[in-house]
C-alpha cells in the first residue's frame, strides 16, 4: 500500500508564501516523476510543476519564476516553495507520484488527499 501525504497548506495574504510536503510511504520500490497539481472551484485540475527522479523540472507558465518544486529523494517527500503568491493562486493542491510497488514490474499513479492554499486579504 503507498500513500502520498500532504502538509503545508493555510491562508496567506498577497505575496505572501508558503511550502508544501508529500512524503510518499508504503511498500515503494521506486518513485518516477512526482508533481503537484491544483483545481480551482469550478475550473480543471492543472499541473502546477513536476520533476523527475533525475531533477529535471517544469512548471504552468503562471507560477513560473514564483513556485520552486524540488524532492529529497532519501525521504520520499516533494516540495513545493510558492512564493510571490497571488489570489489566482487559491486552490486545492495536490500531490502526484508514479511509484513502483514492492514485488510489482508497473508504476502506478497515486494521489494525496489534497491540501487547501487560500491566498488573501
Known amino acids: 500500500q503507498v500513500q502520498l501525504v500532504e502538509s503545508g497548506g493555510g491562508l496567506v495574504q498577497p505575496g505572501g508564501s508558503l511550502r508544501l510536503s508529500c512524503a510518499a510511504s508504503?511498500?515503494?520500490?521506486?518513485?518516477?516523476?512526482m508533481a503537484w497539481y491544483r483545481q480551482a472551484p469550478g475550473k480543471q485540475r492543472e499541473l502546477v510543476a513536476a520533476?523527475?527522479?533525475?531533477?529535471?523540472?517544469n512548471y504552468a507558465d503562471s507560477v513560473k519564476g514564483r513556485f520552486t518544486i524540488s524532492r529529497d529523494n532519501a525521504k520520499n517527500t516533494v516540495y513545493l516553495q510558492m512564493n510571490s503568491l497571488k489570489p489566482a493562486d487559491t486552490a486545492v493542491y495536490y500531490c502526484?507520484?508514479?511509484?513502483?510497488?514492492?514485488?510489482?514490474?508497473?508504476?502506478?499513479?497515486?494521489w494525496g488527499q489534497g491540501t487547501q492554499v487560500t491566498v488573501s486579504s
Open positions: 508504503g511498500s515503494i520500490l521506486h518513485i518516477g516523476t
Open positions: 520533476v523527475t527522479s533525475g531533477g529535471d523540472t
Open positions: 502526484n507520484a508514479i511509484v513502483q510497488p514492492t514485488a510489482e514490474w508497473v508504476h502506478r499513479d497515486y
